[in-house]
Every structure is written in structure tokens, then in C-alpha cells.
């Protein structure tokens, strides 16, 4: 019983992991990376579809991607969705590539998405923490109930403790990861 509570804490901590991996995908870095795109949605007859469905984004250089689209006819379609996605860059066609420069980051620039990776990884930590939280609550209506013992109770809230420091360590080491990337020049 307390080993299905602590298997549900865990795959809703895993899943806050995976939120916070891909917010940080999203704030960019002075590097090329196609992930960045990933948000990307493009109108392909008519439908949402992600970038990376109709199109191949690979990187050039350091500081450039590139965008091939699968069907010439969509490349103005890619285009404008990329400049029109709140990532701030400005993609430049030649024939059916569409290349996509990473500006500079200035030192404010980085400084404020350090504050953003910090606000992102605040948000998964306090995620992680409510998983705990209802975990440990369920175990308590269970002691209630008296379908387990004091010694269970303490054993599953320490158990669900170790689970959620291993994961709110997980989120330490992906924000400085994010932070040393952001500031490297």
C-alpha cells in the first residue's frame, strides 16, 4: 500500500522534472540549439503542428540553425511562425532553407534569464514538494483508517522524504547546469 503511494509521489516528481527540462529548453542560450524550437508550432493545413513534424532544424555553427522544410510551399508558413514565437529571433530565407542566427546576449539579457531558469526551477521544486505533501497525506488517512501501523506511517514519510530530497537535488544540479550556461560567453 505505501509502496503504491510512494510509486505514484515518484512518477508525479518525475514528471516536474520533465516540466523544468523543458522550460529551461526554452530559454535560450548564446549557443545554437535545436530545442529551441521545440515550442515552435507551425499551421500545416490548417492544423497546429509542432516544427519539427514538417521540417529537419539542424545546426549550422555555433551560432545558427538551420531550417529545411519537407515541402517548399511551407517555408514563408515556417517563417513567420518562428518570428512570431515569443523566442525573440529572426529568421532569414535563402531559397528553401530558412536560417535562424542566435543573437548576442547582452549581460542584462543572461542576467534575466538566469532570473527566469531560477523562477522555473522554484516552480518545480515547490511541485515536488506538493507531491510529497499529498503522499504524506494519504499515508496519514491510512494510519486514520488504521490500515497501517504508527511504524509504517514513519517509515512511508521517510521514504517519501528521501524521494523528494533526491528529486529537489535533481532540480539544484539542472539550474546551475542552466546557470553556467547562461552566463559562459
Known amino acids: 500500500m505505501i509502496n503504491d503511494i510512494k510509486a505514484e509521489a515518484e512518477k508525479k516528481m518525475q514528471n516536474s522534472l520533465e516540466s523544468l527540462h523543458s522550460a529551461f ?4 542560450t548564446g549557443r545554437a540549439n535545436p ?8 499551421s500545416y493545413y490548417g492544423q497546429p503542428t509542432p516544427l519539427k513534424q ?3 532544424v539542424n545546426t549550422e555553427d555555433n551560432r545558427t540553425l538551420t531550417v529545411t522544410p519537407w515541402e517548399k510551399n511551407l517555408v514563408p508558413t515556417i517563417e513567420k511562425a518562428i518570428m512570431t ?17 542566435m543573437p548576442m ?4 539579457t543572461r542576467k534575466e534569464m538566469v532570473k527566469q531558469a531560477k523562477a522555473d526551477a522554484e516552480h518545480g521544486r515547490v511541485s515536488i514538494r506538493n507531491a510529497r505533501r499529498d503522499a504524506n497525506s494519504t499515508i496519514k488517512e491510512l494510519l486514520k483508517e488504521k490500515e ?21 537535488a535533481e532540480v539544484e ?3 546551475k547546469s542552466k546557470e553556467e550556461d547562461l552566463m559562459a560567453v
Do not use: C, H
Not at 525573440?88 to 530565407?93: D, H, I, K, M, R
Not at 504508527?150 to 522524504?161: A, P, T
Open 25 to 28: 529548453k526554452k530559454i535560450r
Open 35 to 42: 530545442a529551441i524550437l521545440d515550442s515552435v508550432m507551425v
Open 54 to 56: 514538417v521540417a529537419s
Open 85 to 101: 514565437s515569443d523566442l525573440g529571433l529572426n529568421p532569414a530565407t535563402s531559397g528553401d532553407v530558412i536560417r535562424v542566427p
Open 105 to 108: 546576449l547582452t549581460e542584462e
Open 148 to 168: 497501517i501501523t504508527e511504524d509504517d506511517e514513519r517509515r512511508g514519510e521517510d521514504e517519501i522524504q528521501k524521494l523528494t530530497d533526491r528529486y529537489i
Open 173 to 175: 544540479k539542472a539550474l
